[in-house]
């Protein structure tokens, strides 16, 4: 029996490791369909994933499993299994694994993800103090 068009099979190319110091598994980000876009990371213990932003795309994150602090805006507040955190739109974030597995959650952007909307915020102008 074909495959219907609705049903998409897990993308071969799996998990990967990105520059922002975590391993990302794309479970849902295509160009037709532009609303949201879902992704399982995974950060190991005592990673801070790197300060960045989401120009134009709110991202919510739902804690799998490990413990972490997360910092949106400036602000901070531990987490954990169930947890779920609301990130607006251009608000700088980052989140540290402060256990001793994985820390695993879901990341859902709206709209959906694309390399063009991420704002390194620890580039080396920002460093230098630019």
Request: charged share 20%.
């Given at each position: ?8 099979p ?10 922002e ?30 300060l ?70 620890e580039g ?7």
């Amino acid at each position: 029996m074909p495959r219907p068009e609705w049903l998409h099979p897990p993308d071969p190319a799996g998990a990967f490791a990105t520059a922002e110091r975590c391993t990302i598994e794309e479970l849902w980000n295509d160009a037709g369909s532009p609303a949201t876009s879902l992704a399982r990371a995974r950060v190991a213990p005592g990673v801070t994933t790197q300060l960045h932003a989401l120009q134009g795309v709110s991202e919510v994150y739902v804690i799998e499993a490990g413990t972490g602090l997360v910092e949106v805006a400036g602000a901070t507040a531990p987490v954990g299994p169930g947890d779920r955190v609301a990130i607006p739109a251009g608000a700088a974030q980052r989140i540290t694994n402060t256990g001793a597995g994985d820390l695993v959650f879901l990341c859902l952007c709206t709209p959906r993800f694309t390399p063009d909307c991420y704002v390194d915020l620890e580039g080396p102008a920002r460093a230098a103090g630019d």
